[in-house]
């Protein structure tokens, strides 16, 4: 405990040795079969801080059954309080209803780096009809 305050106030004050950013870059596709126009919010959040992180996000509406997203995002890490990114999408959509559904993907988690990193692209395949990602 008194070790765990100690690293806290270090890394606050010595902030510069323990921030760093990550770049992260997510793309895929986006499924949905529909004879309606439809719209989806995909927002990349980091579940395992005091508040989720806002990694990226993006919204578009289409009339395709098939649509592709590519969004960046940055996060930035203490590299102390916890050992991985924990990264999940949240999705928002009016697909196959016309109020808005709202599904989690399983969280991904990635091992902090040392430094500085462009993480590898993360590929997710979201299908709004079956509510989830695959
Ligand atoms: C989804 O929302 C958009 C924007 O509000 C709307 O134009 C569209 O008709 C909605 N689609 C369905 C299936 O309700």
Redesign the pocket.
């Known amino acids: 405990m008194r070790l765990s305050i100690f690293l806290l106030f270090s890394s606050l004050i010595f902030g510069g040795y323990y921030c760093y950013e990550n770049k992260f870059r997510f793309s895929g596709t986006v499924y949905c079969k529909?004879?309606?126009?439809?719209?989806v919010r995909i927002r990349v959040i980091e579940v395992d801080t005091l508040i989720d992180d806002s990694i990226a996000s993006t919204d578009f509406?289409s009339d395709e059954t098939t649509k592709t997203y590519d969004i960046a995002g940055t996060d930035e890490n203490d590299g102390i309080l916890d050992r991985n990114f924990e990264i999940q999408m949240i999705v928002t959509h009016?697909?196959?209803?016309?109020?808005d559904t709202v599904f989690k993907t399983p969280i991904k988690r990635i091992p902090l780096p040392k430094q500085p990193t462009e993480h590898a692209t993360i590929r997710q395949h979201l299908n709004l009809n079956m509510n989830s990602s695959q």
């Open positions: 529909s004879e309606h126009r439809w719209c509406c009016n697909c196959s209803r016309n109020t």
